[in-house]
């Protein structure tokens, strides 16, 4: 039986006008990269929203230049880190249908474990298993040079994810302190941390279990924790809201190793999950 969330209300009346200014935005930030690569983590940002905004009107994205703004968005997020980790001057990357070659940059203040789990939740949505390689060699060191005050969930989760996917050990002991760490009487921010960070967690442990029924189960209260956070008066209307972007990627590596998904909702584009665009071209 599939189960229906559907997403909080949201104004839709001035969206194209809204995507309009994005896309340009956009578009000007990532042509700027060749000359100043530290604007990568502005860049991020904005195609990221770019990409959450296009799912408003094209909840199960559905229409091309919405899977466009994803890999957009993606490719982006991947170069941050390459950029940081490369011993060269240059890194070669493509970003929105062009090859370029951008400078190193270092530890840089978007340098952080926040930019690292968007980067890889975005690679996994759009199935690049070189970039999601990449990522899970960056150091964890790294993430910490540019004093950005982080829970120690924040890197026992991305150690997880890291060790998940290159085969390392100790997987449930880390997953173990990444829960650990996001309980209310720990975390920094409680509510974020409950609602937003340890649903995720939760999905992944489920996952590794191979208990189809209880991962249905954490995406579906994943999915009522995020809209219960983002129907709060003074963030509903933040296009973060839009797409639970960590379920999703949970949500994509259980359908890759053949768990049905039993929950729609627009929070969680479909064809994201069926992974139907990819391939559709060069990335």
């Known amino acids: 039986m599939t189960i229906a ?6 104004p839709t009346g001035d969206a194209e006008a809204g995507l309009a200014v994005l896309r340009e935005e956009a578009q000007e930030l990532i042509d700027g990269l060749e000359a100043d690569s530290t604007e990568l983590g502005d860049t991020q940002r904005i195609t990221l929203t770019l990409a959450q905004s ?7 994205a559905s229409v091309f230049p919405t899977w466009d703004a994803w890999v957009n968005a993606m490719q982006v997020s991947s170069v941050v880190f390459a950029a940081a ?11 929105a249908h062009k090859d370029r070659t951008l400078r190193a940059t270092g530890p840089q203040w978007y340098v952080n474990p926040g930019a690292w789990l968007s980067a890889f939740y975005l690679a996994v949505v759009c199935r690049e298993k070189e970039r999601i390689t990449a990522l899970c060699q960056v ?28 085969g390392g050990p100790d997987l449930v002991p880390k997953l173990v302190a990444a829960v650990d760490g996001t309980d209310a009487a720990v975390a920094t921010d409680s509510e974020t941390a409950g609602k937003l960070l340890y649903p995720p967690m939760e999905m992944f442990h489920r996952f590794i279990r191979k208990d189809q029924d209880g ?11 995020h809209k219960q956070y983002w129907s709060e008066e003074e963030r509903a209307f933040e296009i973060s809201g839009l797409v639970a972007l960590a ?9 890759d190793a053949g ?13 994201l999950i069926k992974r139907n665009w990819c ?5």
């Open 54 to 60: 296009r799912c408003l009107l094209d909840p199960r």
């Open 215 to 225: 991962f249905n189960k954490a995406l579906t209260n994943a999915l009522q924790w």
């Open 85 to 95: 980790t490369t011993t060269e001057e240059h890194v070669q990357c493509r970003i």
């Open 5 to 10: 969330i559907p997403r909080h209300p949201f």
């Open 247 to 255: 379920p999703l990627a949970m949500a994509c590596i259980a359908h």
């Open 279 to 283: 391939g559709e071209f060069p990335t």
């Open 259 to 271: 768990m049905p998904i039993e929950i729609e909702s627009e929070y969680l584009p479909a064809v």
């Open 139 to 166: 150091p964890i060191s790294l993430l910490r040079e540019n004093g950005s005050c982080f829970d120690e969930y924040h890197y026992a989760w991305l150690d997880t994810l890291q060790t998940y996917w290159l």
